[in-house]
């Protein structure tokens, strides 16, 4: 068996089991050091012995039970020995399975476990992302624009406060999704984010793992939540933006931006379902949200069958709004990317260069000034720009397309 074959074994397992075994060992042994680290040894297990053992025919199970094993050894090392291999003997017991509640989905029940409102939003987030979303430390702290080791403290923060307050992990009831739905959109979101556009060097540019696997649990969400204006938003918005996902990358692997994607390729079904909830979210009368009026975004994207056809005038408006209800420079950003259409590229210069300091370390940042003073015919003050831009980019295709822009500036 080849090394590919086991690391696509390996990779399957993860997204499959990660999650559930994470959190069963934590339910039990209320540790989620000890879950983290067994889970972790499980896998590693895995990469040593199947590539010469093969593959086992039930890969998660596995898992499962070395992941138990390995927890169960941890905690036996420990000073209190004898309390700790009682609640060992526990993996063994033939504990009636947990009452779902109102989620069938387990992984989706996992993601509002997690996302306790006894926890700071940002810290939730990137805890539940970590445990249950699967993506990395270094994932984690790009979708925030951190330093990894701030993102590390964080979620070691966070950790220590669930043991500390002894906050439960119990399956929410019904009456406690609406406490917590906004921490879980911006998981799903982040993720799905991540999938979009992979931020690190060593993964697929585009992941449909993540995409796909998002938008299943949004519809989840939608069905259990469908009077949530921002549930649908959300879904809307991840329709229209996966509507051009087979178009966003080049065949010889290079980003394809906006303006170049062939539109007639994008998929009609997804974009016809993303305006129809768009449509429904105005009919409803009810001030929208920061998802509703990105998906209001996209929407006129959408519309448009070529970009000198897209209504910049009411996209400048929508990111008004938006900045209302989020302050964020990278609001901010991309609302002086439309404006550079609307009012022209010197207008929003001047707007991208009172971000600086606070996207410095964003490469978007970079990348937007690049385009704008290439537009401009400034090209050595563009070229640097682009310079910044491609050494902060993770992304594949976005760094080769990045290349080629700067590699035509005269």
């Known amino acids: 068996m080849s090394v590919a074959d ?52 039930n890969p998660g199970a596995w898992l499962t039970t070395t992941a138990n094993r390995k927890a169960i050894d941890r905690i036996r090392r420990e000073n209190k020995r004898d309390d700790k291999q009682k609640e060992a003997q526990m993996v063994y017991d033939d504990d009636p399975p947990e009452p779902i509640g109102a989620i069938d989905d387990e992984r989706l029940r996992l993601i509002f476990t997690c996302c306790h409102p006894a926890l700071a939003m940002e810290s939730r987030v990137a805890l539940t992302l970590r445990m249950v979303g699967g993506l990395t430390v270094p994932e984690i702290a790009r979708a925030f624009l951190v330093q990894e080791t701030a993102m590390g403290r964080r979620i070691t923060r966070a950790k220590a406060k669930i043991k500390a307050a002894r906050i439960p992990f119990r399956v929410p009831a019904a009456e406690d999704l609406p406490a917590r739905v906004c921490g879980v959109l911006a998981v799903v979101y982040l993720a799905f984010n991540e999938g979009y556009l992979a931020t690190g060097p060593d993964t697929d540019p ?14 989840l969400i939608r069905a259990l939540m469908p009077e949530d204006g921002e549930v649908a938003g959300l879904l809307a918005l991840m329709l229209l933006t996966e509507a051009r996902r087979t178009t966003r990358v080049s065949a010889s692997g290079e980003l394809v931006a906006l303006d170049e994607q ?31 009026i990105l998906a209001a975004i996209s929407a006129v994207h959408t519309s448009a069958r070529d970009m000198r056809d897209t209504d910049w005038s009411q996209i400048v408006a929508l990111y008004d709004q938006l900045v209302r209800l989020d302050p964020s420079p990278i609001i901010a950003l991309n609302r002086a990317i ?51 831009a491609i050494e902060l980019a993770g992304n594949t295709a976005e760094t080769a397309y990045l290349t080629r822009r700067r590699d035509q500036l005269g």
């Open 6 to 57: 086991v690391r696509e074994a390996i990779t399957q397992a993860h997204h499959e089991e990660w999650a559930r075994v994470v959190a069963s060992l934590t339910r039990r042994f209320g540790d989620l050091d000890i879950a983290e680290d067994a889970a972790a040894e499980a896998f590693a297990a895995a990469v040593e012995r199947w590539p010469a053992d093969g593959v086992p025919p």
């Open 206 to 219: 585009v992941r449909h793992d993540l995409t796909a696997e998002a938008i299943r649990l949004t519809r």
């Open 262 to 292: 062939d539109r007639g390729a994008w998929d009609a079904s997804l974009i016809a379902e993303g305006h129809r909830l768009v449509r429904e979210r105005l009919a409803a009368g009810v001030a929208p949200g920061r998802y509703q």
């Open 338 to 388: 439309a404006v550079a259409e609307l009012d022209g590229p010197d207008v929003a210069l001047a707007a991208v260069d009172r971000l600086g300091d606070k996207l410095a370390g964003y490469h978007a940042y970079h990348a937007t000034r690049a385009d704008l003073l290439r537009r401009l015919g400034r090209s050595q003050k563009s070229r640097a720009a682009y310079d910044k």
